[in-house]
């Protein structure tokens, strides 16, 4: 399974060395068979040679340029960095991302091979228009989004259930996940309020093959039970 933490605007770079070097040791004494990634702030990033993945949460698709406040492939190859993450609902809603900018950088680190943790989700008052609406919205967000690339990941996190302590009942993130499977092959993480808690039960959930953890993930020990829980699933 792939668990993975999207640190958003939280640690520092001391705090971060020292959570990836806890993980490491984690996952070393308990030989975790796991993916596990980690996505610090942009500021945190660093070489990090290690089982655990280390990848940015937005970087723009140039490789270097006149883009104030962005980084692109020469700050990413700086630290050996091959995974992005894309389309993230904080960055669709509060960054004013739009699709196309959203599809231009999915296609141009596609080309570059790197894994690509693809996030989708709708908002409540597209949920509330119902299961019709709702997918619609969410294909709506796959258009132009290459299903088959073999280094793809694609994270369902519904907007309301980010930070807000409330998840998709157990039914729903089934029913969606089975939807999204028709039409991806890879792996598909479920993202929005997962906790220590509720880790295991959401990871046993059929076409669940992975967690996306925010908040939930800030504490090390929390992060390394989410990947125990994925470690017991048969
Ligand atoms: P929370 O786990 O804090 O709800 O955030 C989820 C998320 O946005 C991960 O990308």
């Not at 028709?182 to 959930?205: M, Q």
Request: charged letters at 20%.
């Amino acid at each position: 399974m792939v668990i993975a933490a999207n640190f958003k605007t939280n640690l520092t770079r001391y705090q971060t060395r020292e959570y990836i070097a806890s993980l490491e040791k984690f996952i070393h004494d308990n030989s975790v068979r796991q993916e596990v990634f980690v996505f610090p702030t942009a500021t945190s990033i660093y070489a990090h040679d290690g089982n655990v993945n280390v990848g940015v949460q937005n970087a723009y698709p140039t490789k270097n340029g006149a883009f104030t406040g962005e980084i692109g492939v020469d700050q990413l190859e700086e630290f050996n960095i091959k995974t992005v993450l894309i389309g993230h609902s904080e960055r669709r809603h509060v960054l004013g991302e739009t699709q196309e900018l959203i599809t231009a950088k999915y296609e141009f680190y596609k080309n570059l091979g790197y894994t690509i943790v693809y996030c989708i989700g709708e908002p409540l008052n597209i949920r509330e228009k119902g299961m019709d609406e709702m997918m619609n919205y969410l294909r709506a967000q796959l258009i132009g989004i290459d299903m088959n690339y073999e280094n793809l990941i694609l994270a369902y996190e519904p907007v309301w259930a980010i930070g807000t302590g409330v998840t998709p009942t157990n039914d729903d993130i089934v029913k969606i996940h089975s939807i999204l499977r028709n039409s991806c092959k890879r792996p598909i993480l479920y993202g929005g309020s997962v906790k220590a808690d509720n880790a295991k039960e959401i990871l046993s959930l059929h076409n669940v093959d992975g967690v996306l953890v925010g908040s939930g993930a800030l504490n090390v020990n929390d992060f390394c039970s989410m990947i125990n829980d994925a470690e017991n699933i048969k």
